[in-house]
């Protein structure tokens, strides 16, 4: 029997996969497919670390460390649904569930090794074996066209702009090697005293590999800091910090603590060494601090110190204004890829604690690609904000096959803790990197493999050709890094077939203003991007085209030649389960889980000729659109269709498909009686779904839910039920 793997994750999408999935399952087994769950969410992997200490109904299996090998080989087809990029604090929280959920896991702080492995961005450079080809699908494209979300107008005296650094920062300290030959290397600091520390030992690299070391100067990045929070008050304009402190794992909680620091500095100025003692930097937000103050003696009186230069700094952007969170409260809460293009969907706005809308100065420490946002910012104060009717499209062409360009984020970012020099060294003693560095500074090197830049330039060639599009290399020739894959990409643009294609390399400034230049004319671009950039983009275009990054297809050709079908971009939506807690209404929109099934289906075809499912991809797809046409998507609003109710219409769409269609006669005979039974009760099943809504739903937990109280929840339908498991 062929089998799909359908990843648990968390959040919003591991609610709907309580709903969603037993009508996969029932859909795929009459192609003999069976439908696997793998669990890759936060829990799981936390408790995979701890066999030793849980009993044998609790132990669990490494998901994730079989799901890598599974994606290395030929028979993979996954099926990837976004999970938590733990920050510090959610892991925290999850183990505090986890013990009370009765597992006997140590705290953070006795395990801080073993927890390490799981927080930030642990899954995705695991699974992705293979570069990414994210788009949005036509039948999506033409439904925004038809149906355009909503833009906010722009000011052509708007405010709003990055601030970003100009010197000290990652971007200009960069240096990068392209390895002659396979090699070990060591990553150390040599102290000005003369002493060493190994930082890390046994980098293994291979013949053609990109290294890259850079840092960012403490000195230089609290300068800049202060420079910010003052303009933003000189401007009158919101402070507002846009980083990565999930994904970036190591660096940007450093960063964040910088920021909260400068902005709070005549508070450290007075009380910071007791701040520090207590461990109270910023690196966890305000709202740690805040927390933690009630272990002062003094508490109250830094309290009262807080507030007042929440009353005297500028004003900043807030994330729940009703709640008093500020864009400082908690790393994890604005993450730059969402929350850049979300503001400048919004008039370039964010939202002040009157909540109500102001422009707003987006600090963007490190300028590697800060220069992207402003771009845009400037192309809609000129030009008014973009109209979804007639704009083109950018998809992407990402690298990040086997780890490559993992910023900040592993094992290879370090804070220094002395003056000295960071130097790679390889195993004949040579230094091929070296950066003079300074206590506090922040140092990080990446690899980048040249196997997956084959591919990822392959990949690029042949979206080109099969789409017709004009395609732009986003590569900086400022950039160490970016000046040796500019020739790496050149040599292997040689070993394809390019005649007739318009294929660029542009620096990632001159490929935002080429782009949004075509945009406006309805003219399409492909992105080709590295990691970051990556994901940047597929959340800033879509969400402009789109309305949201959820609506992309998202396919990884892994390398090895299985499939990753990722259900979009559109993070694991926490306050989507705050609302299901609250008022019993998910308003996840699983259109991303639709379009990647689709894509599994047919890659179960091309690769093991199971022409059934095929039909069941196509059929997919037709039913996608028809939902999408009816205005069968989730609601915001309690009261009206959620995610849940789009899964029975997505059903009996699906099922009329399958019973219409004449590719596959067996399969239209089985579905005709279903299609009938499904809409005969279709009165009857959005009664049920819509009337369960409205009260507090218990899920009997938020990281580790109860099985039995979140299958009731999600699936409240018994007549829709019925009809599904009795297909299985």
């Known amino acids: 029997m062929s089998k799909i793997i359908w990843t648990r994750t968390d959040e919003a999408p591991l609610l709907a996969t309580y709903s969603l999935k037993p009508i996969v399952e029932a859909f795929a087994s009459q192609a003999g497919i069976d439908v696997e769950t793998a669990d890759i969410s936060l829990a799981g992997r936390i408790l995979a670390q701890f066999p030793d200490r849980l009993t044998d109904e609790q132990r669990m299996d490494d998901a994730l460390a079989q799901l890598g090998e599974l994606a290395k080989t030929p028979e993979a087809n996954i099926i990837k649904l976004p999970n938590i990029s733990a920050s510090l604090v959610q892991l925290k929280n999850a183990i505090k569930e986890l013990q009370a959920a009765g597992f006997d896991i140590p705290e953070y702080e006795d395990a801080q090794e073993k927890y390490d492995a799981v927080k930030g961005s642990a899954v995705n450079p695991v699974l992705r074996e293979g570069n990414s080809d994210r788009r949005a699908p036509e039948a999506v494209k033409n439904f925004t066209k038809k149906h355009p979300h909503s833009m906010g107008e722009w000011s052509s005296d708007s405010k709003t702009n990055v601030a970003t650094m100009d010197a000290g920062d990652f971007r200009h300290n ?135 230069q929440l009353h005297d700094g500028p004003a900043l952007a807030m994330v729940n204004s009703h709640k008093g969170i500020t864009n400082l409260h908690v790393p994890s809460d604005v993450i730059i890829d969402a929350s850049m293009p979300a503001m400048i969907r919004t008039s370039g706005h964010m939202w002040n604690a009157d909540d109500q809308e102001q422009d707003t100065l987006a600090t963007i420490p490190d300028s590697s690609y800060a220069g992207v946002y402003q771009v845009v910012i400037d192309d809609c104060r000129a030009n008014g904000a973009y109209d979804p009717t007639t704009m083109g499209t950018v998809p992407n062409v990402g690298l990040m096959a086997k780890k490559a360009e993992e910023y900040g984020s592993h094992d290879k970012t370090f804070k220094i803790p002395a003056d000295g020099k960071v130097q790679v060294v390889n195993s004949a003693g040579d230094v091929l990197i070296e950066h003079d560095v300074e206590n506090g ?51 292997y643009l040689g070993d394809h077939d390019t005649e007739g294609l318009d294929i660029e390399i542009m620096s990632p400034v001159e490929a935002t203003k080429a782009s949004v230049e075509r945009i406006r004319r309805g003219e399409d671009t492909i992105s080709v991007t590295g990691n ?51 008022e019993n209404h998910l308003r996840w929109d699983s259109l991303g889980e639709y379009l990647a099934l689709a894509e599994s289906f047919r890659h179960e075809k091309n690769s093991n000729g199971n022409e059934r499912a095929g039909v069941l991809g196509d059929a997919l797809d037709r039913a996608t659109e028809t939902l999408l046409n009816e205005g069968k998507s989730p609601s915001r609003k309690v009261g009206e269709i959620d995610d849940r109710g789009s899964h029975f219409w997505l059903s009996l769409y699906w099922a009329e498909e399958l019973a219409k269609q004449t590719e596959d006669a067996e399969l239209a005979e089985k579905f005709a009686p279903v299609a009938e039974q499904l809409r005969a009760n279709a009165e009857q099943i959005d009664k049920e779904l819509i009337g369960a809504q409205g009260g507090a739903a218990d899920l009997g937990g938020y990281y580790w839910p109860d099985e039995d109280k979140t299958n009731a929840v999600m699936r409240p339908s018994a007549t829709f039920n019925q009809l599904i498991d009795g297909l299985k």
């Open 532 to 582: 970051v950039l990556r994901d940047y983009n597929t959340d800033l275009f879509p969400i402009l085209e789109l309305g949201t990054s959820a609506k992309m297809l998202s396919v990884v050709p892994l390398m090895a030649g299985g499939g990753l079908f990722e259900t979009g971009a559109g993070g694991s939506a926490p306050k989507h389960v705050q609302q299901v807690q609250e």
């Open 174 to 308: 960069e240096k990068s090697v392209i390895m002659p030959s396979d090699d070990t290397l060591q990553i150390k600091l040599v102290k000005a005293d003369g002493s060493e520390e190994v930082l890390k030992d046994g980098l293994q690299v291979i013949e053609g590999e990109v290294i890259d070391g850079t840092y960012m100067s403490a000195k230089a990045l609290d300068a800049f800091l202060l420079d910010a929070v003052q303009r933003a008050k000189d401007e009158g304009v919101l402070f507002s910090a846009h980083l990565k402190a999930t994904m970036m794992k190591v660096s940007d909680p450093i960063i964040f603590g910088h920021v909260v620091r400068a902005y709070f500095k005549p508070v450290f100025d007075k009380y910071g060494e007791e701040l520090l003692a207590a461990g109270l930097d910023g690196e966890n937000g305000l709202g740690a601090i805040l927390d933690g103050l009630g272990s002062l003696d003094n508490g109250d009186e830094i309290k009262a110190a807080f507030e007042q």
């Open 441 to 491: 500074d922040i140092w990080r090197a990446c690899q980048t493999k040249d196997a997956p830049i084959q591919d990822w330039v392959k990949l690029a060639v042949d979206r080109a050709r099969l789409s017709g599009m004009k395609a732009i290399f986003w590569l900086d020739p400022e950039r160490a890094h970016d000046r040796n894959m500019i020739t790496l990409v050149e040599k």
